[in-house]
Nanobody
Framework: QVQLVESGGALVQAGGSLRLSCAAS????????MGWFRQAPGKEREFVAA????????YYADSVKGRFTISRDNAKNTVYLQMNSLKPEDTAVYYC??????????????????????WGKGTLVTVSS
């Protein structure tokens, strides 16, 4: 089992920045690819970004490419999502997730929902116009 706890969500103005963190505990963090997903009110959950177990490969949805950066610190069992140039349409609950499978720019390929094996409970990001 892997336990994931997100933090860093807040209310921010359009054009601003936030950094989300996801702290992992349980089984070996560095064995898992990590991803960020988001779900806006009334919409399906969508893939935002993913990073390989080593941090050597990163993947982004087109909607956030060039504005968001995913990174990880395996010594701290933490994955981050740096969000810059935020837009009102970025408003959503952001979820951290882990998978033992591979990922690509289209998402990850584990057996669980949305291709991920473990999920956090989410953190709310609200971007005001």
């Amino acid at each position: 089992q892997v336990q994931l706890v997100e933090s860093g969500g807040a209310l921010v103005q359009a054009g601003g920045s936030l950094r989300l963190s996801c702290a992992a505990s349980g089984r070996t963090f560095s064995s898992y690819a990590m991803g960020w997903f988001r779900q806006a009110p009334g919409k399906e959950r969508e893939f935002v970004a993913a990073i390989s177990w080593s941090g050597g490969s990163t993947y982004y949805a087109d909607s956030v490419k060039g504005r968001f950066t995913i990174s990880r610190d395996n010594a701290k069992n933490t994955v981050y999502l740096q969000m810059n140039s935020l837009k009102p349409e970025d408003t959503a609950v952001y979820y951290c997730a882990a998978t033992a499978a591979d990922c690509s720019e289209y998402g990850c390929y584990g057996p669980g929902k949305y291709g991920m094996d473990y999920w956090g409970k989410g953190t709310l990001v609200t971007v005001s116009s």
